[in-house]
Structure formats: C-alpha cells, structure tokens
C-alpha cells in the first residue's frame, strides 16, 4: 500500500490516532474541498464569495480543515490566510489575461504555451501571498501535488500533527505553483531541488484526502465529518464517434498533436471529480455531505475551458456561480453547516503554534 505523505513529514507510515487538535468526540467537524479547473477557479471563488457575504465572516472559520487542488488549492491557501473571496473574485476577473497569456512555443512541441510567472507575481503581491510560509495560515490546510523529482504524490500541509515538522517552511508561492502545474498547460515549478506538477493529477477533487486526514490525523469518527466540496463546472469529457479510435496523437490531439496532454489531463480531471463525488456520497452520513457544482450543457462547455479567460466565460462561470450560491443559501442543512464558528486549531510549529508537544 502506498501512502501519500506530507512533503517531508517525519513518519509517513505513522497513521495513528488523535491528537490534542481533535474536537470532542460529539461535535461535528467540517470540511471544505476545493476542486482544480484553472480558470473555471473564478465559478469557485464567487460561490465563496456570496458565501462569505451572507455569514459577514471569513469562510475559512466556520471550517475544521480545508483542502484544495491546483486553483483550488490556490484559493483553499487564500481562505487559510482569511483573504476574502471577493478578492480573488477580482483577481480572476481583472488579471485572467495575464495569467493565461500565451508565448511562442512551436505548437506547443518544445515548451509549454503558458508560464506562470504572472501567476507568481500577483501571488507574491502583499495584498495576497507576498513571501509568507504555510506556517503563517491560521486554518487548516492540504494542498496535493507531485514530486516528479521522486515520482511520488505528496500534500502540502500547515503543521496541525506533531508530525508535520517540515511544510510549514515552504513559501505559500511555490505550494501554489506546484499544485497548479497543469501539464500541457504550464511548465513543471522547481523548488527545494525537486519538480513538481499539478495535484490534479490524481485528486482534482480533494474531498477523500480530506476525510483521510480527519480521520487518521485529527482524530476524528466518521459520523462527526461534514464535507461540503465545491467545484468547477468540469466538462464530462466524451468521445466524438466519427473520430478515429485508435488511440494514437491524431486520436486525442486532433490535428494539433500537442493537445493530447491537455485532453488527457481534461478527461483525468473530470472522471475524478464524478468518481469522488460518488464516493463521499457513500463515506459520508446522508444529509452531511454537500456538492456543489454546475453542469455545463454542450454550448456552455464550448465557451468556458481551463485556459479560456473572455467575456463569455465570465459570463457563464460567474452567472452559474451565483444561481448556485443562491441555492445553496437556502438550503437549511448548509445554512447549519455555516452557522458557527469552527474551533481554533492546534498547529505544533511556526508562528501560530500553541502546543508545546511539537515545539
């Protein structure tokens, strides 16, 4: 069996029990999953934002633990930081352009077409990301990835178990960029003499990680866990008949080869996102589980995409947000789940560590 760790954690095979952070047996423990899509991050970031509006608080308090992937994982660190939604709202709004700007790459065949170096710097802004750590989050947080360097699927994690004695010194930036190196779209991000590439590769839809850190990390039983995962709109990607099937670069990639990455990762991306949605579903007590997301219909899907940042994508994601925030704030299950405040969490390292066990 293989286990994914935190880059760099102590034991990754310890997956024993509870810890002080753990809430009382009795109390629910709420957790927020934040699906990858790219651009289509903007349908995430406004259900948020009309979340944070009715509650007049961040939404990130009234969560035990928060897990996103790729600009889920993005917006799951700006949440822990408590930077308001709205304002990630205008990031994607105003700066979607810069951040999918395409550069000469020869079809694609010699480097990727986008760069995320503008992602970095409005990252690095101080309004946002600046130079600050995972230690500085004060919720809790798990941001997936891969470290192509060694092959292996890691989580970035805030040092909620005295175990996680390492993520808390990496720079909230490079987490970022890591967990959003979507192949075929941006190139791989290199920190700490490693590669990396999108999380979402193998959990675009975070919400089962989530539940495992609860229950193996933060001591928590399955009938307390309530998740409510939001996603992004992900197009079921289908296969045209008349198209030939034979599996090779014409195949997926169309007359554009070098499409085949990004068509691959599109079809991973949103299989996961059906497969967990199904999942939880089962693991999780009826009535405690939340989903929500919007399908998209064929002309919708043809107008909005991970990399498309127009006026009628915006259009789409934005007006689908906000009629599934509609729904959603009148649901009187979601309204409980929002009412409250969460616990303060126990972190064992960094600035905001208030156990003496890890120090």
């Known amino acids: 069996m293989t286990v994914i760790v935190e880059q760099g954690e ?10 002080p952070s753990a809430a009382r047996p009795d109390s629910p423990f709420r957790i927020l999953s934040l699906s990858g899509g790219g651009y289509r991050g903007l349908f995430t970031a406004r259900i948020l934002a009309d979340l944070e509006e009715r509650i007049g608080a961040p939404i990130a308090t009234r969560f035990d633990l928060i897990a996103g992937t790729s600009i889920g994982g993005i917006l799951a660190l700006a949440l822990a930081l408590e930077v308001p939604a709205k304002q990630m709202v205008a990031l994607f709004e105003e700066r979607g352009d810069e951040i999918f700007k395409k550069r000469w790459s020869f079809l694609s065949y010699l480097r990727s077409p986008y760069t995320q170096a503008s992602l970095a710097t409005l990252l690095e802004s101080d309004t946002l990301f600046g130079q600050r750590i995972l230690g500085a989050c004060t919720h809790r947080v798990i941001v ?3 470290n192509h360097t060694t092959g292996r699927p890691v989580l970035f994690k805030t040092p909620h178990h005295p175990s996680f004695s390492t993520n808390y010194k990496d720079r909230l930036v490079d987490v970022a960029l890591a967990t959003s190196a979507a192949p075929g779209f941006f190139p791989r991000h290199v920190f700490n003499n490693c590669q990396y590439v999108d999380g979402g590769l193998f959990a675009n839809a975070p919400g089962l990680l989530a539940l495992h850190e609860a229950e193996h990390f933060l001591g928590q039983q399955r009938p307390n866990l309530h ?3 939001i996603g992004t709109m992900s197009a079921k990607f289908t296969v045209d008949p008349h198209r030939n099937r034979n599996g ?19 079809v991973s991306i949103s299989a996961q996102e059906s497969l967990v949605h199904h999942l939880l579903g089962h693991a999780i007590t009826p009535g405690q589980y939340h989903h929500l997301d919007e399908d998209l219909t064929d002309e919708r899907a043809r107008a909005v995409a991970l990399d498309k940042t127009d006026g009628a994508a915006r259009e789409i994601l934005l007006g689908s947000a906000a009629e599934c925030a509609k729904r959603a704030l009148g649901n009187a299950s979601i309204l409980a789940l929002l009412d409250r ?12 560590a208030n156990s003496a066990q890890g120090a």
């Open 10 to 19: 102590d034991d990754p095979h310890d997956l024993t029990g509870s810890t």
């Open 144 to 146: 997936p990835a891969i």
């Open 227 to 229: 998740v409510m995962a």
């Open 248 to 266: 090779g670069a014409l195949d997926w990639g169309g007359w554009k080869p070098a499409n085949m990455p990004k068509r691959l990762f599109g």
């Open 341 to 352: 405040p969460a616990p303060k969490p126990t972190f064992y390292y960094g600035e905001h």
